[in-house]
């Protein structure tokens, strides 16, 4: 890669969320966008939500498990709020803090169109849990993967072989279907943060596309200099 200075507040890292419905690519994306993120000599931490913290991890289980679906929404987005608190004040606030760059597989926007748009939350009480649990915290980029349903719901199915679908697998397509659709309302409304990718092509070209959102949002080419794709 080309020398290039980040465009960042002096001392502090970025961040970087992926959104997407089941089976969209998100890990695969990361783990790719961190690999060449490290080859910029950038500091990078790799996490995700529910989770990334031990107490997040805890409350992951239970969300996932179903228990937060037989609490009902309200009660399901105050553990989720729980585990992203946790989480913030732990693990991704404090590295940011240090210049690592943090990488997380789904953030707030999740728990909008989740437990918001599909769940049917009222905004009051997501801002609410958002002023409590993030408060000023904002991703410097979210990357939103969009894959058609069908396509998901396979993917997903492919990557679990035995195992018992979890909370959000289990829902039937008309639920991914208005899950999709949520995210694509979110990206429409916030292009400054959000940047939709067609997750439905090959894992290479993809991950070819991310990084140039990437280098384009993110990092300021110095003169006679380019950022490449390496």
């Known amino acids: 890669m080309a020398e290039a200075?980040?465009?960042?507040?002096?001392?502090?890292?970025?961040?970087?969320t992926f959104e997407g419905g089941e089976g969209s690519g998100k890990s695969t994306q990361i783990k790719t966008l961190a690999e060449r993120l490290n080859a910029a000599k950038l500091r990078i931490l790799v996490t995700r939500e529910p989770g990334g913290s031990p107490g997040a991890e805890i409350i992951r289980h239970l969300v996932l498990s179903g228990m937060g679906k037989l609490l009902g929404p309200d009660a399901e987005t105050l553990l989720f709020a729980a585990a992203r608190d946790d989480h913030v004040r732990t693990v991704i606030q404090p590295a940011l803090n240090q210049g690592t760059w943090v990488l997380c597989?789904?953030?707030?926007?999740?728990?909008?169109?989740?437990?918001?748009?599909?769940?049917?939350?009222?905004?009051?009480?997501?801002?609410?849990?958002?002023?409590?649990?993030?408060?000023?915290?904002?991703?410097?980029?979210?990357?939103?993967?969009?894959?058609?349903v069908e396509v998901g719901?396979?993917?997903?199915?492919a990557r679990r072989g035995t195992g018992a679908p979890d909370r959000f697998e289990a829902e039937d397509v008309r639920f991914h279907q208005e899950l999709r659709e949520g995210y694509r309302q979110i990206a429409a409304s916030e292009p400054q943060r959000c940047v939709l990718i067609d997750a439905n092509a090959d894992p290479a070209t993809v991950a070819a596309n991310i990084w140039a959102v990437v280098r384009d949002r993110l990092f300021a080419v110095n003169a006679g200099n380019a950022v490449n794709s390496a």
Do not use: C, W
């Not at 748009?117 to 979210?142: C, F, Q, W, Y």
């Not at 719901?153 to 199915?157: D, H, L, P, V, Y």
């Open 153 to 157: 719901m396979q993917r997903a199915a």
């Open 105 to 148: 597989d789904r953030f707030s926007d999740s728990t909008r169109v989740y437990q918001g748009r599909l769940g049917h939350v009222s905004p009051e009480v997501l801002n609410a849990m958002e002023r409590v649990t993030i408060g000023d915290l904002k991703p410097d980029l979210t990357i939103i993967l969009d894959v058609p």
């Open 5 to 16: 200075a980040v465009k960042r507040s002096p001392g502090r890292g970025r961040f970087i």
